[in-house]
């Protein structure tokens, strides 16, 4: 759970360096992504925050109750911070571990299956939106495509990973190629949150 520090959300601290996704995801990208659409996500947040319904309340529970205005920043809070806090550096043959890797293998077939309909979901998605990897009640796991700011936990579902696929995370480095931008993000993932989150 997110929460606020008296009254306002802050930016998550990321454990790696705006130039330490390149090149998957170049500093000038993560400058502008993270630094100043994400700020703005989260500017708009607390300033709609103040004498609302949602003041001192969980990002996590303001995304599951509220609409409009509240709804689309908050719901852009959590799904950043979640794919920012998801990354590290870019390694080769990085593949998932523990237990999301077993859940993988069992849910979808294999690695490559899971990752095919991953990229394939992402890619089909019209207009802006996020692409999620679940869990269940019953722990089973499940890909959505999520429009705009919404996040599967709307669903009843625990959100585990997702790849942005608004315009604004790929146009930087790979232009108009969206599925070459979900084909190269394998490699920065941090399989080790990933299971933190499962
Ligand atoms: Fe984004």
Do not use: C
Not at 141 to 169: C, M, R, S, Y
């Amino acid at each position: 759970m997110i929460q606020p520090v008296n009254g306002k959300f802050e930016m998550p601290q990321l454990p790696y360096g705006m130039a330490d996704l390149a090149p998957v995801l170049s500093q000038e990208s993560m400058l502008f992504h993270f630094g100043k659409h994400l700020q703005t996500y989260l500017n708009n947040l607390n300033a709609l925050l103040p004498g609302s319904a949602f003041e001192g309340k969980s990002i996590e529970e303001i995304v599951k109750t509220s609409e409009g205005g509240v709804f689309n920043n908050a719901g852009q809070f959590l799904n950043h911070a979640l794919y920012f806090l998801q990354f590290k550096a870019a390694t080769m043959n990085n593949v998932p571990t523990g237990s999301i890797a077993k859940a993988i293998v069992r849910d979808f077939g294999s690695f490559e299956k899971f990752q095919e309909e991953f990229q394939a979901k992402g890619a089909s998605l019209f207009g802006s939106g996020w692409v999620w990897l679940s869990a269940d009640a019953n722990s089973k796991l499940v890909i959505t495509q999520e429009g705009n700011a919404q996040n599967p936990i709307t669903k009843g579902l625990k959100p585990l990973f997702t790849f942005d696929v608004w315009e604004h995370a790929y146009y930087i480095d790979y232009r108009n190629r969206r599925p070459d931008y979900l084909k190269a993000m394998w490699s920065i993932v941090n399989w080790d949150e990933v299971n933190n989150r499962y």
